[in-house]
């Protein structure tokens, strides 16, 4: 099979130059060749059953994150799996600013990260300061599984705990930094989610109820209360839609020093807020 025969049926679902961006990534993750070695006609050399067989994957639309089992963020590379959400530049927008509050001297510091996922947040705190203690809870077993492959591929020492944030959490610990980026999606807003999205990411860390749109957040939040200490913060990723109510929500749970802040593309998208 030529490269073009391979990424020409993509145009099916994709934009013809994004189509290209795809197959070589595929080409390149799986295969190993390099954009000169597709130029020279390595994909050609490549056993037409598999290159088939990544192709139909591809054009029942499974994003490429899946199809080769790996994503980028914040220059590193993680294992994802349907299991678990592929991580977004928005999230990493989160770490940062999760960083920016922290304090200089860190030596004893405890972070926790809810609704993990496939962990990209903890371990990349953990990688970018490493004196801290990192703790992450989710409710999905095998994202958890996700997520620890992702700790010990980063050689990072991360404490992950199946826990349900919306029951009542006992914990004998104490954090300075409650960072999390839970699900925030209405469900009436699937019909303006793209197909590849809403067909193979896990809904169950993507949507939360018409009718309560804040639960997650409301649930952190009473959480955050008791497992803070006196002057730890909380870092949210939000949906820009209920930015003004997310902060009306935390500051009648007591939470001080709420600030609103926007993603690259202008959106209300991150909460700060001081115990």
Excluded at 101 to 129: H, N, V
Excluded at 205 to 224: G, H, K
Aim: charged residues 25%; proline residues 5%.
């Amino acid at each position: 099979m030529t490269y073009r025969k391979f990424w020409q049926p993509l145009t099916a679902i994709y934009e013809p130059r994004e189509a290209q961006a795809v197959a070589r990534l595929v080409l390149e993750e799986l295969f190993g060749l390099s954009t000169t070695d597709i130029v020279c006609g390595a994909v050609e050399q490549i056993d037409e059953g598999k290159l088939r067989e990544v192709q139909q994957k591809l054009l029942c639309g499974n994003p490429a994150q899946y199809v080769v089992g790996e994503a980028d963020f914040c220059g590193r590379t993680f294992e994802v799996s349907p299991a678990v959400l592929i991580p977004r530049p928005e999230t990493e927008e989160l770490c940062r600013l999760a960083i920016s509050l922290m304090p200089q001297q860190t030596q004893d510091c405890r972070i926790l990260d809810i609704g993990t996922g496939s962990g990209c947040i903890a371990c990349t705190l953990k990688a970018e300061i490493p004196q801290v203690q990192v703790e992450a809870w989710d409710i999905s077993e095998e994202a958890l599984r996700v997520a620890r492959n992702n700790a010990e591929r980063l050689s990072v020492s991360v404490v992950f705990k199946e826990v349900d944030v919306l029951q009542y959490v006992k914990s004998s610990e104490s954090y300075d930094l409650i960072v999390s980026n839970p699900p925030y999606i209405c469900e009436h807003e699937k019909e303006k989610m793209e197909a590849v999205v809403l067909e193979h990411e896990p809904h169950l860390a993507l949507f939360v109820p018409d009718d309560d749109p804040l639960l997650f957040y409301r649930a952190i939040s009473q959480q955050a209360r008791r497992l803070l200490r006196d002057g730890g913060k909380v870092a949210f990723e939000i949906n820009a839609a209920y930015g003004q109510e997310t902060c009306r929500l935390m500051e009648s749970l007591g939470f001080a020093d709420i600030m609103l802040h926007k993603d690259q593309f202008g959106k209300d998208r991150f909460i700060t807020a001081c115990k």
